[in-house]
């Protein structure tokens, strides 16, 4: 069995910076950790894809990170091998980030963009931008 633990939501003011965590822990993450993936839900709407990371040499064009276009050069998304920790560098925060975040890893599966491409889910962290 596979443990995702995210850390680090908060409440922050518009403009702020706030860092997630997501810990994993169970099997030898390598094994199923092709790419480890940040996504978000905010009330009433669809859990969205913020960013993913490359943890065995997969790439996407050639690129080992990948953001919506949404959150592009506000956030920054990171790892620690050794800590087999992921994590999500937000800056410039807009009341529009307002959102429970969840880490994600594929399993099984493919590990993309769309929230069933992830086997293994957190149990996520809020995350409130006041205006």
């Known amino acids: 069995q596979v443990q995702l633990v995210e850390s680090g939501g908060g409440l922050v003011q518009a403009g702020g910076s706030l860092r997630l965590s997501c810990a994993a822990s169970g099997r030898t993450f390598s094994t199923y950790a092709m790419a480890m993936g940040w996504f978000r839900q905010a009330p009433g709407m669809e859990r969205e894809f913020v960013a993913k990371?490359?943890?065995?040499?997969?790439?996407?064009?050639?690129?080992?990170?990948y953001y919506a276009d949404s959150v592009k050069g506000r956030f920054t998304i990171s790892r620690d091998n050794a800590k087999n920790t992921v994590y999500l560098q937000m800056n410039s925060l807009k009341p529009e980030d307002t959102a429970v975040y969840y880490c994600?890893?594929?399993?099984?599966?493919?590990?993309?963009?769309?929230?069933?491409?992830?086997?293994?889910w957190g149990q996520g962290t809020q995350v409130t931008v006041s205006s």
């Open positions: 990371i490359s943890w065995s040499g997969r790439s996407w064009s050639g690129r080992s990170t």
């Open positions: 994600a890893a594929p399993g099984t599966k493919v590990g993309g963009s769309s929230a069933d491409e992830y086997e293994y």
